[in-house]
C-alpha cells in the first residue's frame, strides 16, 4: 500500500492488536505491540503518520463491533487493522454462521468508509493436545476470512500460514499471545503486506534446547496453574481481563519512535 496521503492508521480488536505478550512498563497497559511496531516503521518514512490503536484484551467480535468500530471511523482513517473472533472462536458454544456473518458486517462498513482494510487469518495455537478440535473451527474461520477479503479487495495477512510461529518462543508464557519476538515478525509480515519500506528483520533464534518429559510435565502442570486457571474463572464469572482498562491510544496521534522514549529500537533477539 502506497499512499501521497497523510497516513491515518487505527488498530481495532482485541489482546492480539493490543500487545499482550509484548510487555513494556513504560507504555499504556504495560506492553507494546506489533501495531505499536508497525506505526514507528510507517512513521520513519512517513512522517506525517497518525496512530490510534482501540484494541483490548478479552473482547469478543460483538464487543469490538460495538465498542471500536464507529470510534474508529469518525477519526476518517486511511487505514484500518481489523482482527476479531479469536476470543468466540475459543467459547464453549459457538454460532459460526453468526460470528462469520457479523466478521462480513464489520468489513463491509470498513470498506465502504474508503479506507484500506488490513485482516488477519487466526493462527492454530499450540495450546494443547485437549484443546486440538479448536483447530477445526480455525480452519473453517479462516477460510470465510479469506473469502471475505478476497471479495471486499482488503490486504491480508495469512498468519495461519507463517512456519516461524511454530516455534514456542514466539510465544508468551501463556501460549495464547505472541512472545515480543512474535510481535515483532508479526510486525514485520503487517508491513510487508502493506508494501512498506521497513527495516524489522526476521528473529534470530538459535536451536531449541530439548525438554525432558519431566520438564514438559512440570511446564504444563504451571501453564493450567498460572493461566488456565485465572481465565477459566474469568469465563465463569463473566468478566474479562479488560475490564479495568482502556484503549491504550485512544485518539490519533503523531508516532512517538521509540529511541525518544528511550526503548531500545533494534530486533528483539534470543
Not at 454462521?97 to 470498513?110: C, K, N
Request: charged share 25%.
Amino acid at each position: 500500500m502506497t499512499t501521497h496521503v497523510a497516513l491515518r492508521f487505527v488498530a481495532v480488536g482485541d489482546s492480539f492488536t493490543e500487545g499482550v505478550g509484548d510487555a513494556d512498563l513504560r507504555l499504556p497497559n504495560d506492553c507494546r505491540g506489533w501495531a505499536d511496531r508497525v506505526a514507528e516503521e510507517l512513521a520513519r518514512h512517513q512522517p506525517r503518520t497518525q496512530y490510534a490503536n482501540l484494541a483490548l484484551r478479552g473482547l469478543r467480535l460483538k464487543q469490538i463491533v460495538e465498542k471500536q468500530l464507529n470510534p474508529a471511523l469518525r477519526m476518517a482513517p486511511t487505514l484500518v487493522s481489523f482482527h476479531a473472533g479469536g476470543n468466540d472462536l475459543l467459547g464453549a458454544r459457538l454460532d459460526m454462521r453468526s460470528l462469520i456473518g457479523r466478521f462480513e458486517d464489520a468489513v463491509a462498513r470498513i470498506a465502504e468508509s474508503g479506507a484500506h482494510v488490513l485482516l488477519f487469518t487466526e493462527y492454530n495455537v499450540p495450546l494443547s493436545p485437549v484443546l486440538e478440535p479448536f483447530k477445526l473451527r480455525t480452519a473453517v474461520f479462516n477460510k470465510h476470512i479469506r473469502r471475505i477479503s478476497a471479495a471486499y479487495g482488503t490486504l491480508l495477512v495469512d498468519h495461519w500460514c507463517f512456519e516461524k510461529y511454530q516455534d514456542r518462543r514466539m510465544w508468551a508464557p501463556d501460549r495464547l499471545h505472541m512472545s515480543g519476538i512474535g510481535h515483532e515478525y508479526m510486525a514485520k509480515k503487517v508491513l510487508e503486506v502493506l508494501g512498506a519500506t521497513h527495516s524489522l528483520g526476521s528473529p534470530v533464534l538459535g536451536a531449541l534446547q530439548p525438554r525432558s518429559r519431566a520438564e514438559i510435565v512440570a511446564d504444563d502442570a504451571a501453564w493450567l496453574r498460572r493461566d488456565v486457571a485465572p481465565w477459566l474463572s474469568r469465563r465463569f464469572r463473566g468478566v474479562s481481563s479488560g475490564d479495568h482498562l482502556s484503549a491504550r491510544w485512544p485518539a490519533l496521534m503523531p508516532v512517538v519512535l521509540p529511541e525518544r522514549l528511550g526503548m531500545s529500537a533494534q530486533p528483539v533477539r534470543l
